[in-house]
């Protein structure tokens, strides 16, 4: 199973970018895709999932700029980021927990997101 993130960059204050995370190989079920993050000098942390069913949970301090989303075919999970701050400025990482013949977990390489002016 392989993760590729992309759509990362560099954005001005205020700006939007859309992150996707493509999976390949023999994945199974997929159950829940998440975003993580990790900014400079702190741990990383969870910003969204989302269920095979498309159930959400998106944390409090970006749930009015960000929306999760996935496309089941595509094997693909998606970050609408808008309205981006710096302190946005981290590296996202993608994450997924599925089953194939055991339940398995795996994270992507990351793309690094900058907010700066």
């Known amino acids: 199973v392989q993760l590729q993130a992309s759509g990362g960059g560099l954005v001005q204050p205020g700006g939007s970018l859309r992150l996707s995370c493509e999976v390949s190989g023999s994945m199974g079920k997929i159950f829940n895709m998440d975003w993580y993050r990790q900014a400079p000098g702190k741990e990383r942390e969870l910003v969204a999932q989302?269920?095979?069913?498309?159930?959400?949970n998106v944390e409090d301090s970006v749930k009015a700029r960000f929306t999760i989303s996935r496309d089941n075919a595509k094997n693909t999970m998606y970050l609408q980021m808008n309205n981006l701050k710096s302190d946005d400025t981290a590296v996202y990482y993608c994450h997924i927990r599925g089953w194939s013949d055991g339940h398995y977990q795996y994270w992507g390489p990351g793309t690094l997101v900058t907010v700066s002016s």
């Open positions: 989302i269920t095979d069913v498309g159930a959400t």
